[in-house]
């Protein structure tokens, strides 16, 4: 991994950043697999796994907050260290209690520390890299969080499929790992702009650019179209597979995986000449398709097929949206705006879920997707729609 980032030119801090980021997101086992741990390790019915989803967004929410407000007051390290040092703890409780609830507790408080430390990586990124590969670097970032994704789905879905007490115990090792490396390795430090970030940032929210804004508001309904892989598409697989869901649900985190590593280097190349809300546009697009074929197919190939068009969309949305807001705002407002990008993201899974919940109990999954699909469609095609206009518009004047 190492010499392999070398190999691409990135340098000794942004190395150590998608290092670090890579075993951040592979501590976080519990995340991706929600739907069907809580079900299974807690013999919850759909009803109730739905509501503790909802309460992890909220508690993740809460966390990017805390850790927007945190990054100016604290250090990076310190954040690191003291993050996975609470997450390794709070999963040492929840797994040696005999209570439910008071487990649930310990799980909700780990994911309050994933919420917190997903804008210490923003920060760090946007303080690491310079105009020349901004995008790249946050391509890369993007990219560092799917590989570890991939191992996650490989090593969690066999675990998941063993028994849900083994994916707990892979969360604690990764987090102490974190911790590790937390301590060891070298990361950029600006606390002096860091500070001043945090006296100014109230204030400097008020001139973000609207560009920023209305690119924050498509990326909260790509989001809601995102949403769908961690509680829809679980418990549909869980329905099409006969209790192989475990399995196949890791094979399209694979999968998914596996393509944002192929993909994202030259699909930013390609899109670089197109505008940021262009690409936003067309990232709806992408999911709507990729989501909303699952109406139609159930057959295993063609489900890992459609992966591939909601991780163009995927690769699009969070790239995008976050080389932008470096782009176009200054230090004193990113760590704020980057901690409200998870925060997004968490009330789009609440809002997504509740409604998928609803739409699954009214009318089942396959009219739930096609509805899914078929907004996101229209979505995408609209902002595009409206891009080119003006677009004709800033030409002829």
């Known amino acids: 991994m190492t010499v392999w980032l070398k190999r691409i030119g990135l340098a000794a801090g942004m190395r150590n950043i998608i290092l670090l980021r890579l075993l951040f997101v592979m501590a976080n086992a519990l995340g991706p697999f929600a739907a069907l741990f809580f079900q299974r390790h807690y013999q919850l019915d759909s009803s109730a796994v739905a509501w503790v989803i909802t309460l992890m967004s909220a508690f993740y929410l809460l966390g990017n907050l805390l850790g927007g407000a945190l990054i100016g007051r604290c250090s990076f390290r ?36 994933a919420g917190l430390i997903t804008p210490v990586f923003s920060v760090l990124t946007s303080l690491a890299a310079d105009e020349s590969n901004r995008i790249a670097s946050f391509g890369y970032l993007h990219l560092a969080s799917n590989l570890g994704g991939a191992l996650l789905f490989v090593i969690g879905g066999y675990l998941l499929g063993l028994d849900s007490h083994y994916l707990v115990l892979f969360a604690m090792v990764a987090s102490v790992l974190c911790l590790l490396a937390s301590v060891f390795l070298a990361l950029p430090e600006r606390q002096n702009a860091m500070t001043e970030a945090r006296r100014t940032s109230i204030g400097a929210l008020v001139d973000v650019p609207r560009i920023v804004i209305v690119a924050g508001a498509m990326f909260f309904v790509l989001s809601v179209l995102d949403a769908q892989r961690e509680y829809q598409l679980p418990l549909w697989l869980d329905g099409v597979t006969a209790g192989k869901a475990a399995g196949l649900f890791g094979a399209v985190g694979i999968v998914n995986a596996l393509l944002v590593v192929v993909l994202t280097q030259p699909l930013i190349a390609l899109t670089s000449r197109f505008g940021a809300l262009t690409n936003l546009s067309l990232a709806a697009v992408f999911y709507g398709i990729g989501f909303g074929a699952y109406a139609f197919f159930e057959q295993t190939i063609l489900i890992l097929s459609f992966v591939f068009f909601w991780t163009l969309g995927e690769i699009l949305g969070v790239t995008y949206v976050t080389a932008l807001i470096a782009q176009k705002t200054t230090l004193q407002t990113q760590a704020s705006l980057f901690s409200l990008i998870p925060i997004l993201l968490a009330g789009a899974r609440m809002v997504s879920v509740g409604i998928g919940a609803s739409l699954i109990t009214g009318v089942g999954f396959q009219l739930s997707w096609s509805i899914y699909g078929l907004l996101g469609v229209l979505f995408g095609g609209g902002c ?14």
């Open 78 to 113: 310190t954040l690191l260290i003291c993050t996975s040092s609470c997450s390794s703890l709070f999963l040492l409780v929840a797994a040696v209690l005999g209570s439910s609830i008071a487990s649930t507790v310990m799980v909700l408080l780990f994911m309050l520390c």
């Open 384 to 397: 595009l729609l409206l891009a080119a206009r003006r677009n004709r518009y800033a030409t002829s004047v």
